[in-house]
């Protein structure tokens, strides 16, 4: 498949663990995030997004955490499988980029191992 | 319902050739965005079409071109082709721009330029 990137940064976890993902923001007018999961030989694919007027979002297995102060978002994934394995991105938008301009980051690799 | 499609899945172009690339959103979503992945500059957003208007564009060169149909089919175009081109397009659709309206992406282009 695609190479995502050739030089992520690498998460390794161990199966049934529980994983966290961060991610620096570079805007402070922004008040979108996004967390997506891109396997490879695939697109991006959305995991949970948050407001800005929320610091704590929960979905199935995957809690993500914002703080505004620092410029600073977490995805927390629990018991992590090797289904979980690909690199994750945080993405951030604003009113005034229209919400559909995302600005990635750099992306994470997240490796599970058995 | 089907996903995103992008045509071709592949394309092999030499220095100087221009290129147009080809996405099909999900049936009833008028929003297309087209991003360029690579290794060294990671995800990186082109331009966005609503309602077959471009409703936003990145920081990329005259070189980089884009138009919506009124199916809301979008081609993005690229003249004069540099080695640094080589890339992953990737396309998204959402039903309407705006806050919350999740984006699906689809399995991209792969671009080589020799």
């Known amino acids: 498949g695609e190479s995502v990137g050739l030089h992520l940064p690498t998460l390794s976890v161990q199966e049934g663990d529980n994983s966290i993902i961060n991610c620096a923001y570079s805007?402070?007018?922004?008040?979108?995030f996004i967390w997506y999961k891109q396997e490879s030989g695939k697109g991006p694919q959305f995991i949970i997004d948050i407001r800005s007027n929320m610091d704590k979002r929960q979905g199935q297995r995957v809690t993500v955490l914002l703080n505004k102060t620092v410029k600073h978002l977490s995805l927390q994934i629990a018991a992590t499988q090797p289904g979980d394995s690909a690199v994750y991105f945080c993405?951030?938008?604003?009113?005034?980029?229209?919400?559909?301009?995302?600005?990635f980051g750099a992306g994470t690799r997240l490796a599970v191992h058995p | 319902k089907a996903g995103v499609t992008q045509t071709p899945r592949y394309l092999i172009k030499t220095r100087g050739q221009q290129v147009t690339l080809s996405c099909s959103p999900i049936s009833g979503h008028r929003s297309v965005s087209w991003y360029q992945q690579t290794p060294g500059q990671g995800l990186q957003f082109l331009f966005e079409y609503f309602s077959e208007t471009q409703r936003n564009k990145g920081n990329f060169p005259g070189r980089f071109s884009g138009r919506q149909f009124s199916n809301s089919r979008s081609e993005m175009n690229v003249s004069t082709l540099e080695l640094g081109d080589s890339a992953l397009y990737l396309c998204?659709?959402?039903?309407?721009?705006?806050?919350?309206?999740?984006?699906?992406f689809g399995p991209g282009t792969r671009l080589t330029v020799t």
């Open positions: 998204a659709s959402s039903l309407n721009p705006g806050q919350g309206y999740e984006q699906y």
């Open positions: 993405a951030e938008t604003s009113f005034s980029g229209g919400y559909n301009k995302l600005i």
């Open positions: 805007n402070s007018a922004s008040d979108y």
